[in-house]
């Protein structure tokens, strides 16, 4: 039987393209606050028997994860044979270890409870520095989507002559791979992050690359304090004002408007996170990885 898709508030565009990717149907569902603010949740397709899937993007996850977990208890509930959750974005990834006495790790946390609930998971270029894998972290099968070959064919038919940069050494397994793809050159900085928005980049010699446009590319725009900084450091090495490409536009507060403050050429984002600068779609790799979770691959 085909799959049901499911889109949890916010995320029907993504739902109805790789439902037309997968030839897969829609489902109906309803989802509202009681005046108290819990959540209620109401299926109105027929789930009985069916592959169940959750199509729901985890930025800003406090809110989102009870009504997430209530969907895919109610899917079991009512009979779906399978319940898989599509999150392009995955929270709860950077706080992957102690690093103060006392903290919590809420990566393990986090994907202790959504594995108690999915039967398996596909997401974008999850935050993995310092584990290996999902599997890790998730006990859940998963398949993960990478960007980079198609923020590389972005690059190609619209910057000329680019420089692919990275802010720091995490960002390399990306630049590396979409220089690669695009057959660019790239260069990755060195960050120091202080706090959540004190971020320091040294910026290596870069002569070479002066008559190049230089696009920086991260895996997630935050506070942009990361992109901030880089784009200081590169016009005070003389650079033109850069492309910067994030994989998941995150943006909180104010970060957009200090990016654009900050001199940019242009920001770009990938449809992980619905938003404004989303120019890059990934539907296509997305319903790729779900079809292999569907029998279809
Ligand atoms: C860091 O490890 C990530 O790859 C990004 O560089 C970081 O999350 C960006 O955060 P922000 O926009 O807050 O500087």
Redesign the pocket.
Known sequence: MIPLIFALPGNEALAEGLASALAAEVGQAEFRRFPDGESYVRLLSDVEGRSVVLVDTLAEPDDKALPLLFTAALAKDLGASRVGLVAPYLAYM?QDRRFHPGEAVTSTYFGRLVSRWVDWLVTVDP?L?RRASLDEIYAVPSRIVHAAPVISDWIVENIERPVLVG??R??EQWVSTVAGHAAAPYIVLT?S?HG??D?EIAVPDVETWRDYTPVLV????????????TVRGLEKAGMPAPVCI?VHA?F?GS?LGDLRAAGVARIVTCNTIPHETNAIDLTEPIAKAVSAFNGRD
């Open positions: 950077r935050h520095h802010p720091d995490e960002s960050k992050r959540d928005r971020v991260d895996d997630i725009i935050s506070t942009a304090q990361t992109m901030i900084v994030g995150v909180a970060a």
